[in-house]
């Protein structure tokens, strides 16, 4: 994928230069409620960044305007490589959330991966009390596919039990494949 733009947004590969950007939001102990992970320091930021500027896994979402990273998409195969499908996920900066930025993104992205790279199928996963994510997810054309019961966990209580959480599967399909 190289840069692609909306109105509003560039979406490019991570550069080791947004840490500030990324510990603006991933230090924010909120953004962890339905994600693994806890809030990151500064160094740990640095840390991110070079690792994910390496990689093609993770998109940066830049506001055009300010040139300001607001949040991220990581992108990546699910399963074999001759089902060509990918999962997609999503963390914003809670102070650019509710104004479209998030679902202009993955629309984007989404279009670009049909249409440039041919991909076959592209899914997401939430927490069904995350409505924001499961949203979004609708809001670019995605079907929900399932809902799967206490599937996965990221936390643990006092004892050490997981707290075991659901989720809905999403996903959409290339429409310019040939039958």
Not at 68 to 77: C, D, L
Not at 89 to 97: A, K, V
């Amino acid at each position: 994928m190289n840069m692609i733009e909306t109105n509003r947004l560039i979406i490019r590969y991570f550069l080791e230069s947004d840490w500030k950007d990324v510990y603006d939001y991933l230090s924010k102990d909120e953004i962890y409620r339905y994600e693994p992970g806890e809030a990151v320091s500064e160094n740990e930021a640095k840390v991110i960044c070079r690792e994910r500027s390496a990689g093609k896994n993770f998109l940066a979402v830049v506001l055009k305007e300010t040139g300001k990273m607001i949040g991220h998409i990581s992108f990546f195969r699910n399963g074999p490589e001759e089902l060509d499908t990918w999962e997609m996920g999503f963390i914003f900066n809670p102070e650019y959330q509710n104004r479209g930025y998030c679902t202009e993104a993955v629309k984007k992205v989404i279009a670009s991966e049909f249409a440039v790279n041919s991909r076959h199928k592209i899914t997401g996963n939430c927490n069904p009390e995350n409505a924001a994510s499961w949203h979004v997810f609708e809001k670019a054309g995605m079907k929900r596919e399932g809902h799967v019961s206490k599937n996965i966990f990221f936390r643990r209580d006092e004892d050490g039990n997981p707290l075991w959480q659901d989720t809905y599967i999403y996903g959409i399909l290339n429409r310019n494949e040939t039958a």
